[in-house]
């Protein structure tokens, strides 16, 4: 469905249980996704699974996945807010990298991984509760998000990267 420019919804059938890489890249008109109570078998958010698609404005993801791949969610400008599953343990490198209007992400107790510039550029993001289990935070994760008030780290968190935080203006 890469490159798809007209197709707006989407609703991953229920038998679907492993996603390519890129599988929805380019699809500029995808607004909405629903994942049917898949139980994907290799536990990942593919890389580039959403990458580009910009009118994004709405995902339900899979109850169960441990990772987020690789610029997963890369340039969808739309997408204002994300829940993680509960078993999601690694946000891979750019994984959200330039969503511009991500205000909120729900982080539940498990992530262990910030990637690399994850969320740099995610200008609107204002709202993020690190979980205690987080031990990396990435350089660059939260680069050039004007917006992100407060954070708090825990004492679990033993590597924090170079410029992990530039350019946050709080």
């Not at 580039?48 to 994004?56: A, D, N, P, V, Y």
């Not at 709202?127 to 679990?156: M, Q, V, W």
């Not at 924090?160 to 530039?166: M, T, V």
Request: negative net charge; proline residues 3%.
């Amino acid at each position: 469905f890469a490159e798809c420019k007209y197709l707006k919804e989407f609703t991953v059938p229920k038998n679907v249980n492993q996603l390519g890489a890129g599988v929805f890249s380019g699809s500029t008109s995808l607004t909405t996704v629903v994942f049917d109570g898949n139980v994907l078998t290799n536990k990942t958010i593919p890389n580039q699974t959403f990458k580009g698609c910009t009118s994004l404005t709405s995902v339900t993801l899979p109850e169960s996945y441990e990772k987020i791949g690789a610029s997963a969610f890369e340039m969808c400008y739309a997408l204002p807010s994300i829940t993680l599953s509960n078993d999601c343990k690694i946000i891979d490198q750019s994984a959200f990298l330039d969503c511009g209007n991500l205000e909120t992400v729900d982080i539940n107790e498990g992530l262990t991984t910030i990637g690399y510039g994850s969320f740099s550029n995610c200008s609107k993001l204002n709202n993020i509760i690190l979980p205690e289990s987080l031990e990396t935070i990435g350089d660059y994760s939260f680069r050039n998000c004007y917006a992100l008030e407060s954070i708090t780290i825990h004492k679990k968190c033993n590597r924090i990267g170079s410029s992990a935080y530039e350019n946050c203006r709080s």
